[in-house]
């Protein structure tokens, strides 16, 4: 069994993280959040700034809250990507914030470490349910942090049917300590939220086409456009939180 999987919607274009220094304008269109969620002190926030920052934090600090803004270039340099990433508080005690975190977001990175057990059995005990709870169509990335430990308490096959069972569409293990895969996940996760989006925007253009073209004129039209936007609503990967 492969160690890893990606889906299709998660592969395809190679994004570049750009300096803020040499930044092109970016599209306004093309704007997305991620929020990483997991066990407090499974490595999420040392992930993020191995990513952001290429360095290695030395001092453990329980996150609270942080946000970080990426700019991101696709390989044909037409596009420039806004990806807000929303670092987490792992900590019960800081619950009823993380869950503010969840509205609007496009992909969660659900975060276990491969050196604790415990935070992979509390994937489909506790996070699925509650990233269910507040978005139930947003992707889910299962994401296996710590890669470098010497014993590891989870085996490839565990990890990868609570992947299958909680229906993420890419599971792969990282290193921030060693930089293993942190691009590799980015742009994984970069590649569903833009796919997604270039996708929904086909949609849309069809969908303008066929009504300029007069397809939806008479009693039919009348029918088909309601049942059309309650798809284009079920979707948008964004939740919401009421
Ligand atoms: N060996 C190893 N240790 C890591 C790695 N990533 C993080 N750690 C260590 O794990 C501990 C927790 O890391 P954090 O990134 O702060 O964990 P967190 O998930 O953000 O924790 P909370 O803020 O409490 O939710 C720290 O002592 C890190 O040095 C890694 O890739 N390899």
Same mark, same amino acid.
């Given at each position: 069994?492969?160690?890893?999987?990606?889906?299709?919607?998660?592969?395809?274009?190679?994004?570049?993280?750009?300096?803020?220094?040499?930044?092109?304008?970016?599209?306004?269109?093309?704007?997305?959040?991620?929020?990483?969620?997991?066990? /407090?002190? *499974?490595? !999420?926030?040392?992930?993020?700034?191995?990513?952001?920052?290429?360095?290695?934090?030395?001092?453990?600090?329980?996150? @609270?809250?942080?946000?970080?803004?990426?700019?991101?270039?696709?390989? #044909? !340099?037409? =596009?420039? %990507?806004? $990806?807000?990433?929303?670092? #987490?508080?792992?900590?019960?005690?800081?619950?009823?914030?993380?869950?503010? /975190?969840?509205?609007?977001?496009?992909?969660?990175? %659900?975060?276990?470490?491969?050196?604790? !057990?415990?935070?992979?059995?509390? @994937?489909?005990?506790?996070?699925?349910?509650? @990233? %269910?709870?507040?978005?139930?169509?947003?992707?889910?990335? %299962?994401?296996?942090?710590?890669?470098?430990?010497?014993?590891?308490?989870?085996?490839?096959?565990?990890?990868?049917? $609570?992947?299958?069972?909680?229906?993420?569409?890419?599971? @792969?293990?990282?290193?921030?300590?060693?930089?293993?895969?942190?691009?590799?996940?980015?742009?994984? *996760?970069?590649?569903? $939220?833009?796919?997604? =989006?270039?996708?929904?925007?086909?949609? #849309?253009? &069809?969908?303008?086409? &066929?009504?300029?073209?007069?397809?939806?004129?008479?009693?039919?039209?009348? =029918?088909?456009?309601? /049942?059309?936007?309650? !798809?284009?609503? &079920?979707?948008?990967? *964004? *939740?919401?939180?009421?």
């Amino acid at each position: 069994m492969d160690k890893f999987y990606v889906d299709p919607i998660a592969s395809g274009g190679k994004f570049r993280l750009l300096e803020q220094s040499d930044l092109p304008t970016p599209d306004p269109d093309l704007q997305f959040k991620i929020v990483i969620v997991g066990d /407090s002190g *499974c490595g !999420k926030t040392s992930l993020l700034s191995s990513y952001i920052r290429g360095s290695f934090p030395t001092e453990y600090e329980p996150t @609270i809250f942080e946000n970080h803004r990426a700019f991101l270039q696709d390989s #044909t !340099k037409q =596009h420039i %990507l806004t $990806v807000d990433l929303w670092d #987490t508080a792992g900590q019960e005690d800081y619950e009823r914030l993380r869950r503010l /975190s969840y509205q609007d977001s496009n992909l969660i990175i %659900l975060a276990y470490s491969l050196a604790a !057990k415990d935070s992979l059995l509390n @994937i489909p005990e506790v996070w699925a349910p509650e @990233i %269910l709870g507040f978005c139930d169509k947003t992707p889910i990335v %299962l994401v296996g942090l710590k890669s470098d430990v010497a014993k590891k308490q989870v085996t490839p096959a565990e990890a990868y049917n $609570v992947a299958k069972s909680i229906g993420a569409v890419a599971h @792969i293990e990282c290193s921030a300590k060693q930089m293993y895969n942190v691009d590799q996940l980015f742009n994984s *996760c970069v590649n569903v $939220v833009y796919n997604k =989006h270039q996708a929904a925007s086909r949609e #849309t253009a &069809r969908d303008s086409k &066929r009504f300029s073209k007069g397809h939806f004129r008479g009693a039919s039209a009348v =029918h088909a456009a309601p /049942s059309m936007s309650s !798809k284009d609503s &079920r979707d948008d990967s *964004c *939740c919401t939180i009421v």
